[in-house]
């Protein structure tokens, strides 16, 4: 089955613990992203992939950190977590970047709580 | 990327037609419209684009009208798992910012038995 996978799904933890959440997809997808939604603010971009070691930044870039060294894998690093990162985080994945008409496949989300 | 408006919510009976409006009024000719919903707290999920024709899959139908300035996303036979919010999205084909999408607050729909 085509999907995106993330774990955990669930995380809660403190200020300043490192921390990663991964993603995954199955699909031999080149672009993949991280999208955090926050209530009022909507699904605001934190990183994207064009393909393999080529990683940008998004909207919100501030505080993450991602690599992108093999193309099923996107891993979203947070060094060192606040409570205003507490949020839930989304990962997606479309079939190549720059065209809007690939669809984009979103993974089933984290839920983050930093304390 | 141009901007749309949708009423904030909307009710549905279960087995009518779902209609979601959405406004574009400022959206350029090479730009397309997009429907995606995000069933509550889960990732969002494409459903439908187009252009400017007129576009029907399994999940439901786009109408898009002669001006392109609006559109209708149909659910032609709504069931309880259609409760979601739905976002209107316009965008161009390529940009070089990778293929973000950008949710504006969408319209939640309610299907009631």
């Known amino acids: 089955e085509a999907q995106v996978t993330q774990n955990p799904r669930y995380l809660i933890t403190v200020t300043g613990k490192k921390l990663t959440v991964t993603c995954s997809q199955n699909?031999?997808?080149?672009?993949m992203s991280w999208y955090r939604q926050d209530p009022g603010l909507g699904l605001r971009q934190i990183y994207y992939?064009?393909?393999?070691?080529?990683?940008d930044k998004g909207d919100v870039p501030e505080g993450y950190k991602v690599s992108r060294k093999e193309k099923r894998n996107f891993p979203l690093i947070l060094e060192s977590p606040s409570p205003n990162q507490t949020s839930l985080y989304f990962c997606?994945?479309?079939?190549?970047?720059?065209?809007?008409?690939?669809?984009?496949?979103f993974g089933p989300g984290t839920r983050l709580t930093v304390l | 990327d141009a901007k749309t408006t949708q009423p904030t919510s909307m009710d549905c009976a279960e087995g009518r037609a779902a209609n979601l409006p959405c406004n574009h009024s400022t959206i350029s000719g090479n730009e397309y419209v997009y429907w995606y919903r995000q069933i509550h707290s889960q990732g969002p999920q494409y459903i439908i684009h187009g252009l400017k024709n007129n576009e029907t899959n399994e999940m439901a139908s786009l109408i898009i009208t002669e001006d392109r300035k609006s559109s209708t996303l149909i659910l032609p036979h709504a069931t309880l798992r259609d409760t979601a919010v739905y976002y209107c999205?316009?965008?161009?084909?390529?940009?070089?910012?990778?293929?973000?999408?950008?949710f504006g607050g969408g319209t939640r729909l309610m299907v009631k038995p």
């Open positions: 999205i316009v965008r161009v084909a390529f940009n070089n910012a990778g293929n973000m999408l950008t």
């Open positions: 699909m031999n997808h080149e672009y």
């Open positions: 997606a994945s479309s079939r190549m970047g720059g065209a809007s008409t690939d669809t984009q496949y």
């Open positions: 992939s064009m393909n393999v070691e080529v990683t």
